[in-house]
């Protein structure tokens, strides 16, 4: 399984390791590993999750590895889930709330992407050194005549000032487990993150699975944006049109729909993990 999954990881990872050693950048396909500042080598550790217990591996690297400690069988480890949860009880109370959360809400699927757009309304300098597909008179245009219902703060943190308060939520990062919604693109995205910071709890697969998502997600993101990418390869999805939004609620609600699966399996891993780990006190999770 580790080797698999190794193969896997570095599948994944192949095309930005690549252009990194060349010193060049991709707008879409390497957003991911500047976002969430973590490095493709973290993809390549595989963890087998709580209470899976490794025969043989005393010997091997990873007996020096964090968060492992001796299994019931001679030679064997086991990932230390009663080390793990009570030392990050904080971090994990804090991913717990959001998952949970969002698990318990229905999708809401009216954005359209317009976060990408409120980032460069009425700006001469944008955050990707690539042209607007409608120029900078149209795009502002169209933020003008929606309604921008961004739910996620750290869409929301790079509006443009004359944007922000268009917007009908004012996200904080206070507020995410009380705004978040599994119809939000970034919501989806952030599922990665919320594997990585669960650590060796998590079994590979779905720390893979929460990337490739990720990495689907972001292609729908920014063929929705306002940039103009056809010159990589991308065709936009003009939600400045009816078509273009029909199309985008169409493929938001698949990603709703994985990310949802992906909610419950995180959530599993950690329900599972506490099982084992009768000492972790549980946090609290608010009704709504």
Request: glycine content about 8%.
């Amino acid at each position: 399984m580790e080797a698999a999954h190794i193969e896997r990881a570095d599948a994944l990872t192949a095309g930005h390791r690549a252009r990194a050693a060349r010193g060049e950048r991709h707008p879409v396909e390497d957003f991911l590993f500047t976002y969430y500042s973590y490095k493709p080598g973290l993809l390549r550790r595989w963890h087998p999750g709580a209470g899976v217990e490794l025969a043989d591996a005393a010997a091997t690297p990873r007996a020096t590895w964090r968060w492992y400690a001796e299994g019931s069988e001679p030679g064997s480890l086991v990932v230390d889930a009663k080390g793990f949860l009570p030392e990050k009880h904080d971090l994990v109370g804090a991913v717990e709330r959001i998952l949970r959360l969002t698990a318990g809400r229905a999708g809401r699927f009216g954005c359209f992407g317009l976060h990408e757009w409120a980032m460069v309304y009425r700006q001469r300098e944008h955050r990707h050194p690539i042209p607007l597909r409608l120029g900078q008179a149209e795009t502002d245009a169209v933020v003008d005549a929606a309604d921008l219902r961004c739910t996620h703060f750290d869409a929301f943190r790079f509006f443009t000032p004359e944007a922000v308060p268009r917007n009908s939520e004012t996200p904080t990062r206070a507020r995410q487990a009380e705004l978040e919604q599994p119809g939000c693109l970034h919501a989806g995205m952030d599922l990665y993150k919320w594997a990585v910071k669960l650590g060796p709890i998590v079994p590979g697969e779905v720390l893979l699975d929460a990337f490739e998502l990720a990495r689907d997600i972001r292609v729908l993101d920014m063929e929705a944006s306002p940039y103009d990418l056809r010159e990589w390869g991308y065709e936009p999805v003009a939600i400045e049109t009816h078509e273009g939004k029909a199309e985008y609620v169409r493929r938001q609600r698949a990603f709703a729909e994985r990310g949802q699966a992906l909610r419950a399996r995180l959530l599993e891993a950690l329900d599972h993990a506490k099982s084992i780990s009768p000492a972790h006190e549980r946090a609290a999770v608010p009704a709504r």
